[in-house]
């Protein structure tokens, strides 16, 4: 069939004006930019976002921005659209730099949400793709290496960014002069080495922590003229007071101002009305129970053994580590501390024997999976071995074992079982998921939880099990079972490896099927279970930062439930009852605490205790790690928690007094203000979806009649669907799905969803380009405004141009001329001509002067770029304002220090008038004449500075005037021919 023919189809002109507006450049703020984001994603995401990505695309040209938002406003979500939006825009190489425990996180988040595949790769970054690496890779010498081995990348996304560069100022001397040897913050080094060029995105939620000169060195790596902040020197000197802690008088504006070009943060309370779904609550509710004699007996007596001060089956530089994790193993579980105690005594059978026990030491803790505390040694010296003292040692531990086994199930286990009971009544009761994630640092431990449930009549289908390595037989039934229900859904591109795919199996089969997840530390990075409101701690880590990542698998955004974290506590051990003290009351980690008949025992001070984990983690954990290293007795480990207790108070309250102070400089956007921006996102994107949904559905339309592909189109659910039938004309990118539909993907589970980066829409894009142009009949509307109604019945040429503005803000618009009775005519009316609907014609004779054409061109984009014109002066000034502030920020600095010189330089000239002796008087006049060369390079500086002869002052502004004044550049697309039909035809 004919293209125009068909009355719900757009005609071939209609198709190409709308493909080519859809892939232009447009503004970051522009409505139609950040809608197309959205549908590349499988979230409705909140106005704050929508203004992070606009933010985060408009300073991407100029190097960078950092996104600041306070935890939980989803700042993974504002990097996955900007990146969504970047890889649709042309990027073709984007590297992700994470905490190597959020990789998995990363990964299933981006698949899950925009059908983006992450890959994991260490060896090959050359290739198109997306890579995903560690940060503790990337901040490697190897790793650094291999990236800095390739080109640039098109972007580079950096998570948790102040853990890496916020040291990066201690590696400037006092002259301020960077030192390439030093060994200070050696990883924001090598980072900052192989970015080079690249466009960089850093994420924190706590850009500064303990100094100003953190934030300059955040600063450094998204702002690449170093002029907005100076080089440290001169920013100390101008904005810091005594140290860099503290901020000079009267400078918090300028530096919120100057902060605010580069920097965006949104604070909770700011976001809280207008987010889809507001935060909910945590609370913890705390299992007490008592240790039978035996169990008491027991940790008595295997604590006091791991306290002596030498013992054969700990020797050796992994001493301390090994005892501090099997100390972790004892509050697991009955069997983990059977299992370690049998690795134990397997350990001192070898010495007794004279086997080699050399890089065997990990065993004694082989359950504890992802400990990163203990690394194999294999340089280990032999340890000098009594028999006796090793035989009597293992007869210890031998009856510990003994007595381990022999023990049945603990009196945690039985609280372990209430506590489940008590979800499941819940779920029945219809007040709640019926659903639990229960954590622990051991396998055997893992596999003990199991058989408890089981225990208390759940079916083995109802519990999965998640741990690092997942290749048992349930696994891999819920692989297929995933593969089968989710797994084909996904575009052929955009399908996971199998090892991301499992995760997912397992977390669908949670959600789907089961009712507990049992997880080992590895669930505790990347998993998203936020349809599950529980979360059950059997062991506690003793990094507060681990706990707090568990409780966020369920804790998170999109959660509707409060979140409930179910701690056990033995009544009769002080060292884990004031340890939990610390946490649940020192720290906050879980919200209001209550016991099992619901009595308060603690309110929270805070109701977002992330930033103060964050700050207090790992010296917490290794204070802990001292204590069970040093102490000799139990009573000793509990006099040193106790008054580690103490000490947590000092520092939290220390923390928040430096937070409250410095949380302003970053805070630079009055709630006001940022309330009107996000009710207009909040009011303009719908309109923006619609629309786009609209524009898709009509080019794929094109597309398969003008191909003349079988297919069916229908509305559903306020969708637009297709069902297409195989056909040779369709690229092979598009895979097996037959029905795709436009949209919002969340909840679509019967067709593929419809975005401009989908196969199907990216072939139906290059197709509408491809029409050459010819010859067309225009209709006009019925309300045409009075200039087009005086067209009716004239023939003409329109002319189709692509104009590229490259300066401050590169954008991309279409140009329209016509010549109408051999006259150019109005662009604006032009433009309008170009959105009517066509139609087929005969051949439209029409002979147009090719002058006449192109001074209808020239007209059109003389008068579009007066309009754009005003914004690019805007970014001009901005950015010359930039670079006179910096000039003037060093003469501010040099007026200072000459002042000093001639203090210094007055005082020496009058001790010379004072001084006797010649020696006493030539050193005298030798300190004036020093004094005095100096006060004058630094005059012959200011006036330097004042001539404006500063190097990269003049660098920088040649840059910004030659952006600034840049010629456009037209590119032709097509002309047509046209006769607009008399007012009497139907519109």
Known sequence: MPAGRNSGTLHAFNRRILAEDLVRVRRPDDRERYASSQRQARIDPNPHQIDAVIFALRRLREGGCILADEVGLGKTIEAGLVLAQSLAEGAKRVLLIVPKSLIGQWQDELLNLFGIQAREDRADFSGPGVYLVGREFAGSERGAGLLGAVLPFDLVIIDEAHEIFAGLHKRYGRDGLYDETSIEALMAHRVRGFLRTAPVLLLTATPMQNSL?????????????GTLLGDITTFRQVFCSED????????????????????????????????????????????????????????????????????????????????????????????????????????????GAGQPVIGEATEVLDDLEEDQEVEESTEEAPVPVNHEAVAAELALVDDFVARAQSLPHDAKARSFQDAIRVVLDLGRDGRGSGKAVVFTESITTQEYLRKLLLGIGLADEEITLFRGTNDGARAQQAHARWLEEEGSKLAPGSRPTREVAVRLALVHEFRTRSKV???????????????????????????????????GRCHRYSQQRDVTVVNFIAKDNEAHRLTFEILSQKLDLFGRVLDASDVVLHEPRTDAPEIVVSALSLEFESDLRNIYSRSRTLDEVTREIAALRDKIDGR????????????????????????KVFKRLREDLPEG????????????????????????????????????????????????????????????????PLNLAHPLVRAAIA????????????????????????????????????????????VQRLIFGSVVDGMPIDPEVAARIARLKASDSQTVSVTVDPQELDDAIDEAIFVDQRETEKREQKHFELAIGQLERFV?????????????????????????????GATARERVEEEINRLAIT???????????????????????????????RAPNATRLFQVAFRIAPMNRKA
């Open 517 to 551: 997840l049992v997880c080992t530390e590895a669930g505790a990075k990347g998993l998203n279970l936020q349809f599950c409101e529980t979360v059950i701690n059997y062991d506690l880590p003793w990094n507060p930062q681990r706990i707090e990542q568990r409780i």
């Open 767 to 810: 197709d509408a380009r491809a029409w050459p142009g010819g010859s067309i009949e225009l209709m006009l509307p019925r309300d045409a405004t009075p200039d087009l109604a005086a067209m009716a019945g004239k023939i003409g040429v329109l002319a189709v141009a692509m104009v590229d503005y490259a300066g401050f803000e590169p």
């Open 935 to 965: 006060a004058d390079l630094l005059e012959r500086r200011i006036d330097a500075l004042d001539s404006r002869a500063d190097e990269v002052y003049r660098k920088w502004r040649n840059e910004y005037h030659e952006l600034r004044y």
């Open 652 to 675: 939290r309250d220390a923390y928040e007094k430096e937070y409250q102070r410095t949380s302003q400089i970053i805070e630079s956007r009055f709630d006001e203000d940022v309330r």
């Open 888 to 916: 003037d920020d060093k003469v501010l600095v040099s007026r200072r220090e000459r002042a000093s010189i001639l203090d210094k330089l007055d005082s020496a000239k009058a001790r010379r008038d004072a001084v006797v």
């Open 244 to 351: 860099d802690r503290t901020l000079i008088p009267g400078q918090e504006h300028e530096l919120q101002r100057r902060l605010a070009m580069v920097l965006q943060r949104t604070l909770r309370r700011q976001a809280q009305e207008f987010l889809d779904r507001p935060f909910t609550q945590r609370r913890c509710r705390l299992y007490e129970y008592a240790m039978s004699d035996d169990e008491r007996s027991l940790y008595d007596d295997v604590t006091e053994y791991l306290l002596q001060p030498t013992l054969y089956a700990f020797a050796g530089r992994q001493r301390r580590l090994l005892l501090i994790g099997f100390h972790r193993r004892m509050a697991s579980s009955i069997p983990a501390l059977a299992a370690s105690l049998e690795n134990v005594a397997a350990r001192l059978r070898r010495l």
């Open 689 to 752: 979806l619609v629309q786009l949904d609209r524009d898709i559905a009509d080019l794929v339309e094109g597309y398969l009649a003008s191909g003349a592909i079988a297919h069916k189109r229908f509305e559903k659910s306020g969708r637009v669907v297709f069902e297409i039938a195989p056909s040779a004309e369709l690229p092979a990118e598009i895979g097996e799905g037959r029905r795709f539909a436009t949209g919002d993907a969340r909840g679509l589970i019967d067709a593929e």
């Open 213 to 225: 000169a953190e934030l300059w060195g955040l600063v450094q790596y998204v702002e690449p003229t």
